[in-house]
């Protein structure tokens, strides 16, 4: 940006001041369907299933680098752009999106707060009018720094500096109901299910900063330790990865890998609450 540089959460007044910003990228992550009716003016189509590998054991995890490329070419980027995402349901996606953007060493970016719904709310023009941008030759580079994968987990389990956190629901997390050939969570993972955070009478904006670091402190999700995120493909814990930035957790890293391989190895332990 040649301005001041947008903040990390955006709310819609905010973008609405900066829609003719040349510097800037919006990208929608809602289902195409959506973003026919309706998108914030000039923002771009990317499809989420793109920004994922999607074949087991580990569907979450990155596509590969000439696959992103092409999705990063296809959407016009140019590592100078700030990027602003949102979607329709409070972040999963836009948040995997930030997740990809950290791993490509991307780090100008803003997260709408509360994405579609709460622009809607705002009451805030939309189009409908497909805005498709000059394709770019995209060059990127993987970093795993934001990363932890399955070994590593293993090698921590009784780390005490190191909390594995676990946003999916409570009946997937306690084992009353499974996706995977086991059921349960990783040993001494805790449970903060991905939209707790979420004020739904607020356009899905987040609820007040305090009142969710209490409620993570609670559970020992604190700053001061290594947290790891994650899911059953990484999907909600797109926006769990996304929230620990906003709330300003240094050390915050997802697991892409997930549930989907963890529940599906039987060699990985397992602790249920059933």
């Given amino acids: 940006m040649q301005n001041a540089p947008l903040p990390l959460l955006l709310e819609p007044q905010q973008l609405s001041a900066h829609l003719a910003d040349a510097h800037l990228l919006i990208l929608d992550l809602c289902s195409p369907q959506l973003y026919g009716r309706a998108h914030i003016p000039g923002a771009v189509h990317l499809p989420y299933a793109r920004l994922s590998y999607g074949q087991l054991p580990t569907p979450g995890a990155l596509p590969n680098i000439a696959q992103l490329q092409q999705v990063f070419g296809e959407i016009g980027y140019q590592p100078n752009q700030h990027i602003v995402v949102y979607d329709d349901e409070g972040g999963g996606w836009a948040g ?96 903060y299910e991905w939209t707790r955070a979420m004020d739904r009478s607020r356009g899905l904006r987040l609820r007040p900063f305090d009142d969710i670091r209490v409620e993570l402190a609670e559970l020992g999700i604190t700053p ?42 039987p060699t990985t332990p397992v602790e249920t609450n059933a």
Avoid at 97 to 117: A, E, F, R, T
Avoid at 234 to 257: C, D, E, M, V
């Fill in 96 to 191: 995997r999106l930030i997740w990809v953007l950290d791993c490509i060493g991307h780090k100008n970016y803003s997260y709408l707060n509360g994405g579609l719904q709460a622009w809607l709310q705002d009451q805030l023009p939309t189009e409908s009018t497909p805005h498709r941008p000059e394709s770019t030759q995209a060059t990127l580079t993987l970093s795993n720094d934001v990363n932890a994968d399955k070994q590593n987990i293993l090698a921590h389990l009784k780390d005490i500096h190191r909390i594995i956190w676990d946003a999916r629901s409570a009946e997937e997390y306690s084992g009353m109901r499974a996706f995977a050939q086991k059921s349960g969570h990783i040993p001494g993972a805790v449970n």
């Fill in 224 to 265: 001061d330790k290594e947290i790891i995120t994650h899911c059953q493909t990484h999907h909600r814990s797109g926006f769990t990865y996304l929230l620990g930035k906003i709330l300003g957790f240094p050390n915050i890293k997802a697991y892409p890998g997930s549930w989907a391989e963890w529940g599906n190895d």
